[in-house]
């Protein structure tokens, strides 16, 4: 799975980045770059498409609903949706001679979503509850502070932007009917962000001196992270390993 999945979280990863700027400065560029993304990462793995909640709420926060949908379906959004499809359709040109059987893929992939397990996905007893086990399995100390970045998060529009996507696939993928742990590798990285955050927030409450912060903060993150570096590379190693049976 490392074939698809690790290439699609990096552009979904820089996919959102480019969501931020829509918040941030709302230029037609950002919205044209953030459509090439977009299409990028969904030609890559059909989770790309899961950037399009972020982006409609980075648009609709920068944009007022209540000046009518002229003010909402403007040129920047009309260019960034002709750039997700034009992208996707390079990246993917059989489906011009092919939709039949792109449809059918599409829809059954959709279809994971809902019916019974299929071979070699995990047996499902609760998606939630699974896919916690799965973070907490993965680091339990970073999986912690996601948690209160999360809370966070939900003070003010752009850390609620920032929960969007790693929610968006939580809910999703939750109450799917398999588990596939090869499906979190794209939120994965705002697991990170999201302890980063709740790490320089803790920091700021604490009030410590401007000229320290840095040092005490690349100090702390490197003790949190050292047991999934160490977690990393023994798994590097295990694959290294000559199998001479």
């Known amino acids: ?11 979904i990863t820089l996919g959102f980045l480019f969501i931020l700027n829509i918040f941030s400065c709302g230029r037609k560029k950002d919205y044209i770059l953030t459509g090439v993304i977009i299409g990028l990462a969904t030609s890559l793995h059909y989770q790309g498409i899961f950037l399009l909640i972020p982006l409609l709420a980075a648009h609709f926060i920068r944009n007022d609903a209540s000046e009518g949908p002229k ?7 009309l260019a960034c949706l002709a750039s997700i499809i034009i992208v996707f359709i390079l990246c993917n040109p059989f489906i011009l001679w092919q ?12 279809a994971r979503l809902t019916t019974p397990v299929e071979l070699g996905a995990s047996p499902k007893v609760n998606g939630y509850l699974d896919y916690a086990h799965i973070f907490l399995k993965y680091d339990p100390l970073i999986s912690f502070l996601a948690l209160i970045g999360a809370v966070i998060c939900l003070k003010d529009k752009r850390g609620i932007l920032i929960l969007s996507l790693p929610l968006t ?10 588990v596939h742990p090869e499906w ?10 999201l302890s980063a955050y709740s790490l320089v927030s803790l920091v700021d409450k604490a009030r410590v001196r401007q000229d320290k ?3 005490i903060l690349f100090a702390v993150s490197l003790v ?12 590097e190693l295990l694959i290294s390993i000559t199998d001479v049976r």
């Open 184 to 193: 979190v590798t794209p939120m994965l990285p705002f697991v990170a962000l």
């Open 99 to 110: 939709f039949n059987i792109f449809i059918e893929r599409l829809k059954w992939n959709l």
């Open 71 to 77: 003010r909402i379906f403007d040129s920047k959004a």
């Open 213 to 215: 912060r840095g040092p």
């Open 224 to 235: 949190v992270a050292l047991p999934s570096i160490i977690n990393t590379l023994n798994s």
């Open 169 to 178: 696939f939580y809910l999703s993928y939750g109450k799917a009917a398999e």
């Open 1 to 11: 799975f490392l074939y698809y999945n690790l290439p699609a979280a990096f552009f």
